[in-house]
């Protein structure tokens, strides 16, 4: 009976790591396969965010009043959260903290969305996207500008961000004064969209504007993310930054709104496509996008996200022609690939170069350790 009882009582343990590698190796599997299925969901989720955008404010919706709904409603979505998980961190709002909450809302929300929104009723959701993902090529430029960050052409990392960014701004180029011979992919389009029927000339002119007010919202966009890393510093907050920039920016747009001449009526919602385009962008492509990102950062690093990026083109473009009736051309397909592959160097390069940094921040401890040792068997050698 003993030597039963120690045999059964060396097996549990066997029998739990069994167990526990398991589950660890299951886990690992379903993590494994879950960060690029979130990261294609946001995608998915975006697109259908700029599609219904473009038809609301076909109907007529007004940027800034969309501006002020959606945020209220993306406020609601993430306030509970904050409420959560960072409730103590109310306490250490301060005046400097507002002002800083209060300049990330007017560059991220007033002038990024509001002029990205206008960019977008002035041209396609197809066309509209490319300008999205030129955002981190702006950033990268304006921080070598601002000397926050340096560009080491000596090293291969350096070289691919370089010729990232060129084939970003080739692509955008092109697309952007490049049209080319029409593709006749389909013959016919799924979605009734209300714009109104313009001449040539009105149209060269509406691209035109569209495409200035689709670069200032690169240009904010990319000082919005400058602003955001050192807000991180200053108040390292994740949800209550999200609900307080979102309430922020709500009044923010509302007094740009009232001041650029919207009627009341602008300002009623029915229940029609405009107040399914406000919940559904406040709910999912901030809330549920925004969770989705965190988490897929926190396991991956900031570079996983935007290499799903992409991927937005290509759907946006196939779905903006397919459901919409959006005419494609050589020109922009030919600007989307230069974006396409750019976007993919650049990040390659920027991916190294945090390999390297942090190899070589691991390394310092270590070489520290190594001296410590050394000082330490000199002294007993003393």
């Given at each position: 009976m003993e030597a039963e009882a120690a045999t059964e009582a060396v097996k549990k343990p066997a029998a739990a790591k069994i167990i526990s590698k398991a589950l660890t190796s299951s886990s690992w599997a379903f993590e494994t396969a879950m960060l690029p299925l979130s990261m294609i969901l946001?995608?998915?989720?975006?697109?259908?965010?700029?599609?219904?955008?473009?038809?609301?404010?076909?109907?007529?919706?007004?940027?800034?009043?969309?501006?002020?709904?959606?945020?209220?409603?993306?406020?609601?979505?993430?306030?509970?959260?904050?409420?959560?998980?960072?409730?103590?961190?109310?306490?250490?709002?301060?005046?400097?903290?507002?002002?800083?909450?209060?300049?990330n809302a007017a560059l991220g929300i007033v002038l990024a969305m509001g002029l990205y929104y206008h960019g977008l009723r002035a041209t396609s959701a197809a066309y509209s996207v490319n300008f999205l993902n030129l955002i981190p090529i702006i950033t990268f430029i304006i921080a070598i500008m601002l000397r926050a960050e340096k560009l080491m052409l000596t090293k291969w990392p350096g070289r691919m961000k370089l010729l990232g960014t060129v084939m970003c701004v080739c692509g955008a180029m092109v697309a952007s004064l490049f049209k080319g011979r029409r593709l006749h992919l389909w013959a016919t389009r799924l979605l009734r969209s209300h714009a109104t029927a313009t001449s040539p000339a009105g149209l060269h002119h509406g691209m035109v504007a569209g495409t200035l007010f689709l670069c200032g919202s690169c240009l904010s966009y990319a000082l919005w993310f400058i602003v955001q890393a050192r807000l991180a510093k200053v108040f390292p907050s994740k949800y209550l930054v999200t609900t307080l920039t979102c309430l922020l920016g709500s009044l923010q747009c509302f007094v740009v709104g009232i001041s650029?001449?919207?009627?009341?009526?602008?300002w009623k919602l029915k229940w029609d496509l405009q107040l399914l385009t406000v919940v559904y962008s406040g709910v999912f492509n901030t809330g549920v996008t925004y969770v989705l990102i965190s988490w897929v950062i926190s396991r991956r690093g900031p570079i996983y996200p935007s290499m799903f990026s992409p991927l937005l083109l290509i759907i946006t473009t196939a779905m903006d022609s397919l459901l919409l009736g959006t005419n494609i051309y050589l020109g922009s397909?030919?600007?989307?690939?230069?974006?396409?592959?750019?976007?993919?160097?650049?990040?390659?390069?920027?991916?190294?170069?945090?390999?390297?940094?942090?190899?070589?921040?691991?390394?310092?401890?270590?070489?520290?350790?190594?001296?410590?040792?050394?000082?330490?068997?000199?002294?007993?050698m003393a």
């Open positions: 946001v995608q998915v989720l975006t697109m259908v965010t700029l599609l219904i955008c473009k038809l609301a404010l076909n109907s007529g919706m007004r940027p800034f009043v969309f501006l002020v709904y959606r945020n209220l409603i993306a406020a609601a979505a993430v306030a509970p959260l904050a409420l959560i998980f960072e409730r103590e961190m109310l306490k250490q709002v301060s005046l400097v903290i507002w002002g800083w909450i209060s300049v650029l001449g919207h009627s009341r009526a602008e397909v030919l600007g989307t690939m230069l974006i396409f592959v750019g976007l993919y160097a650049f990040l390659w390069g920027k991916g190294k170069e945090l390999q390297l940094a942090d190899v070589a921040a691991a390394q310092k401890p270590a070489a520290g350790s190594e001296e410590e040792a050394q000082e330490h068997g000199g002294d007993d």
